[in-house]
């Protein structure tokens, strides 16, 4: 098996390893971060939606810090300076991280603080801070401390007795200056108030007081009634602070007997990694803000002071608790294509013929369908998918559940590692065994990735197979949100090849040579490769030599300069990256013929879609992005457009995005991106245009 994978390829090109051809993997994620940030001053959104694009930027921020930055601190505690390709240190990497992060941040808060507060207190949102509660308004704040906080506050003193207390991840705090003594003659300095994750973080006025839709934050509230968790005493201060921990789970893969039982032992330690980052309040006192650090193990590059709430992210549910569909993106209504509808046989329309699907433009109801219809249809003896995020309450998973209490054989192979999804994961494991699913999870080493779903069924004494292809997780959610294809096809060739991946995914052997379908870690990596090499062949015998690239992340050494290869000779490259981009533009002789592009917009980017002028097939969609984990340590699925008609509409799609007007950024030399603005329409609204419609 080892001398199939794609790692073993050689990722070194004479001439094209040194460091100045590409960009710190680092740096690259905080710029597409930033890029996400910049829509919140995008005036044409509605102003919740930028609201919420601010948020998104908090969230992902969290996860920066939490995964990659608690890695490169890691490095450093083991002695490891490792570097990238850039040849930048984890060292350097970090102290620039800090750099750009405090920027960024600062700004962030800006942002909010000077323009989307006003606009929402025109449009009668407004969150009521301490300084200006009326008489009335402080009475009602006192009732509601006394009834629904103080039952829950748990004050901890900070003493001999009581070290500073292991603090949950993200969790919002308070430290508490105190003067004075306790009722056991203690002369206490210093307390913690954790808020418990069961409170909410802002709380709307009652009716008689609310002019509209105005809301308290609850750390005003703990602010301005600390004095009442501790009676007899004097609050000096009181300072809202969070730590962000690592979160990445460390599990040795060697000689686990049960995933399972490992995962969830890891999980509650996740809550208490080591600290990567504090952030507190921007009155907090210099001498807290030490002590702090001290107590968590910080230095001062890791202290972030915010005007506004240290816990941004807790906002977010502000959309589900005031009605103003004025302030939010007109709802779409996703299409549906004839012959897929829920009163159609969706086995005689696949059939016919190949379906491919763009969510959310076009519906994800027929890959819910295809489940649905087969649990219930007597000729259906198998159903076999990959799960890799499903959501909370899914439709999918309880059309497996009905398939397997139906009688019907189902194999779902679950992946346990979706980083913060693991809980869920084993949650909806158990039921699917419970209801009599087989379960497995995956290939030890090998996250299972693939987007796949295969059902068999008898059809006039022959077995026939059915089978969704995706470039996206079987989230309905995220279907709603997160822009992918679906292909649903009847292809024998295909759905054989499925069929075997299934049968090395849950069994033992060796790899079977597929027919259509390439998979990581055998054989995606060296045909991408292969196609490239293809253009450069045909750029080289003058013919008309083409690349397009669309993918979440690219930073996979042998790709990208197999890419540069392609630039030298001449080939038109352009990459649609959404997120981090090592590759380099602008490098003369090297990347002059190599475009990248990043699209931000109402929905987020998914989908990985792949075109090469003279590879026949000449287009793909795939599970993977073009990064080192993904071809190299993921089970992942790359799939041809073989009909002409649907491969040249991805073609058309691909295009409409190279010429978007609004949503569209440019990689510059220096690896900065500049937006692009034009008379061309943007890209996602166009498509909502030919494919759906507002509802």
Known sequence: MTDLLDSNLDNDTPGLDKPQYYLNREFSHLHFNQRVLAQALDESYPLLERLKFLLIFSSNLDE?????????????????????????????????????????????????NDILVPAMHEQGIRFIRRVNWTPSQAAWVEEYVERELLPVLSPIALDSAHPFPRLVNKSLNFIVQLEGKDAFGRDLRMAIVPAPRSLPRFIPLPPELNQGADFMFLSSMIHGHAGKLFPGMTVKGCFQFRITRNADLDVDMEGIADLARTLRGELHSRRFGTAVRLEVADNCPADIAEFLLHEVGL????????????????????QSVINRPDLL????????????????????????????????FESFAPVIQLLRQAAKDPQVVAIKQTLYRTGNESAIVDALIDAARGGIEVTVIVELRA?????????????????????????????????????????????????????????????????????????????????????????????????KLLHAPFTLKRNLVRFIEGEIKAAHEGKPARIILKCNGLTEGKI????????????????????????????????????????????????????????????????????????????????????A???????????????????????QGDGSYSQVKTEAPAAQLELVRRLSGAS
């Open 299 to 318: 230095t001062e590059d890791d202290l972030y002071r915010v005007n506004g709430l240290v816990n941004l992210k807790r906002l977010m549910g502000l």
């Open 64 to 112: 920066f810090f939490e995964i990659r930055v608690a890695g490169l601190k890691q490095s450093i505690k083991f002695g490891r300076n490792l570097s990238g390709m850039d040849g930048v240190g984890a060292k350097e990497t970090l102290k620039r991280i800090s750099e750009l992060c405090h920027e960024t941040v600062d700004f962030q808060y800006k942002i909010l």
């Open 329 to 360: 993106f007109p709802p779409i209504t996703a299409s549906m294509p004839k012959g897929l509808s829920r009163k159609d046989n969706i086995f005689d329309a696949i059939s016919k013929r190949d379906y491919l699907l763009l969510h959310p």
């Open 419 to 515: 980083r913060f999804d693991e809980e869920e994961n084993l949650e909806l494991a158990s039921r699917l065994q419970e209801a009599g699913a087989v379960v497995v999870y995956g290939v030890v080493g090998y996250k299972t990735h693939a987007k796949m779903i295969m059902v068999v069924r008898r059809e006039q004494q022959h077995y026939k197979r059915y089978c969704h292809l995706g470039t996206g997780n079987y989230h309905a959610g995220n279907a709603h949100l997160y822009t992918d294809y679906s292909l649903l096809t009847a292809d024998p060739a295909l759905c054989e090849d499925v069929h075997r991946l299934f049968q090395q995914l849950t069994g033992m052997g060796k790899t079977e040579r597929m027919n």
């Open 645 to 667: 008609q649907l491969a040249q509409r991805v073609l058309g799609e691909l295009e409409l995005y190279l010429s978007d007007g609004k949503n569209r950024w440019e990689q």
């Open 560 to 643: 990208i300069q197999t890419l540069y290869k392609a630039s030298q000779a001449g080939v038109s490259i352009d990459l649609i990256v959404r997120g981090m981009c090592t590759l380099k533009t602008g490098i003369p002789g090297i990347s002059d013929n190599i475009r990248v592009h990043s699209i931000i917009g109402r929905f987020l980017e998914h989908a990985r879609t792949y075109y090469f002028a003279n590879a026949t097939p000449s287009v793909y969609g795939a599970s993977a992005d073009l990064m080192e984990r993904n071809l190299n340590h993921r089970i992942e699925v790359c799939f041809p457009i073989e009909d």
